[in-house]
Each structure stands twice: as C-alpha cells, then as structure tokens.
C-alpha cells in the first residue's frame, strides 16, 4: 500500500472522507470492525467501483484503487489523520494533556485554551470569541470521531454564518472524552463565560442551535440557554437511516418493491 496514503475528513458532511486529498468517499455501510466507504463517482456516468475499508481506528484494511476519473485537489482542512509513518503521540491519555503548553500560544502571542478538566479541553481564540459574539444569532455545533486524537473520544466544533460574507466560521475546537449531557453542558458554559468575559460581562445567548439529533447536545443547550431554538439536521436523520437500512437490510429494501418505496417515501417526507 502506498506509504503517502492518508485520510482526511470533510468540513461539510460526517461521513464522508477524503483520500490522498483527491478522491472523495461516502460512507456506505458499517459492521461491529470495519466502515466501507464507496467513492462519490460511483453512481455518475464514471461508474468507479473504488472502495476503501477502514477498521474503527480508521486504519486502511483495504484499498481497492480502481478510479475511472481523475482526482481533484481537494481541501480537507478539519485534519489529516495519516496512516502510515506515524509519529507515536506525545500524550497517550486525557490527564496527561498539560496545563499550560506552547502550543496553546497562537502567532498573536494569545493563549487560546479556555478550560481543561479531565473530560474537556476547549479550545477558542480572541478572535474566536468576537465572532461567536457578532455572528451569535445562529451557532452551528457536531461532533467528529474521525479525527479524534486516540486520548480523547470526540472532537467537537462549533461554528457561526456570517451573513455579509456568506460564509461559515469555527468559534470553538474541544477534545471530549465522552458524550455525556453533562460535558456538553459545561462547554456550553465556558463558552458562554467566555464570550461574557469579551463583551463587558454581558451575556451571549444564541438564538438558534443547529445540531444533529444527539438529545445530550439539545438538552445541554437549552439548559444552559433557556430561550435557544433547536433545529435539528435532517441531513444527518437521512445518513443515519441510509447507514442503518446498509447495515441491518439491505436486501431486504433493495430487492422487495414495496419495501424500496416505503423507505424512499420516508425519506423524502424528511426533506
């Protein structure tokens, strides 16, 4: 296998990889060890019957490399998780993620670690922090396991639209050790302590959280912003179904008519 190969995760969609940043993939189905994961040409004229399959540390079981179209140059700018000619990690556990570190030091000379416990570290610069607090009226949250470092469960973002540009922005970066309601309502907190801190002590609520359907996400925010309106991403209801019809009866739906229409008439209800 080539010893360059590495996989990247997408900023839009969760379950979607990039590979070699050119070739991009959709998750298609999961079992108890593995993810198959088909490239995004397949359906199209170009019919490309390559695959990757990934073991739950998203290490390369197979690459079958058959692309009947050139790459693109993508830009997977979440992380690369590289899969060969690794370094080993300086920190192999969460309680040995320090205290203070150089790397909490920005180019502005900014320490940009805002809180640390043994189950979150949350991550938000100055600059940051005025965004959440300009472009708060809609705050955009989810979680990745894809590039979780192996001390850590999750990374979680959040993001904010700034409508002048049309464009997104990250506000926050944590390392989660869990998914527990109880550590997303302390990073709600400190981010809301934090962007009071930044705003002579005045309080910042989001009007509106977008997130999937992780009840522990939406409880935590309205617990810690009474009045915020959850709206929930149906795109990740759809994924979810699809993973799970893959998994669990894909047979069964593809090969029984009545069954293929029942599951395409929910799945356009959602839209």
């Known amino acids: 296998m080539d010893d360059q190969l590495e996989i990247s995760e997408t900023n839009k969609e969760k379950n979607q990889i990039i590979v070699n940043r050119k070739y991009k993939f959709n998750l298609w189905y999961i079992t108890n060890n593995t993810k198959l994961f088909k490239c995004t040409e397949y359906k199209t004229v170009k019919k490309c019957k390559s695959y990757i399959i990934l073991n739950n540390n998203n290490k390369v079981i197979k690459y079958e490399n058959k692309h009947t179209h050139p790459g693109k140059e993508y830009d997977a700018s979440v992380s690369i998780i590289y899969i060969k000619k690794q370094l080993p990690p300086d920190i192999s556990k969460f309680n040995e993620i320090p205290d203070k570190s150089e790397y909490y030091i920005n180019e502005r000379d900014e320490n940009f670690m805002i809180f ?33 470092p192996k001390f850590g469960y999750q990374v979680f973002i959040t993001r904010v639209y700034a409508p002048e540009i049309n464009s997104f922005y990250t ?9 527990e309601q109880a550590t997303y309502e302390l990073l709600f907190e400190e981010l809301k ?24 996400i939406s409880n935590a925010a309205i617990k810690i912003f009474p009045n915020i309106t959850i709206k929930y991403c149906v795109w990740h209801y759809k994924r ?11 047979n ?20």
């Open 193 to 216: 302590k934090n962007a009071s801190k930044y705003n002579n002590n005045i309080i910042v609520t989001p009007k509106i959280l977008h997130c999937d359907f992780e009840k522990g």
């Open 240 to 250: 979810s179904l699809e993973v799970q019809k893959n998994k669990l009866c894909y």
């Open 116 to 148: 640390k416990n043994s189950n979150i570290i949350i991550f938000q610069s100055p600059f940051q922090t005025e965004l959440f607090i300009k472009y708060n009226e809609n705050l955009f949250a989810d979680g990745t396991f894809y590039i979780a």
């Open 252 to 271: 069964e739906v593809e090969n029984n008519h009545k069954i293929y229409l029942f599951y395409n008439a929910i799945t356009i209800f959602l839209l």
């Open 171 to 179: 506000t926050s970066l944590s390392i989660l050790n869990n998914k």
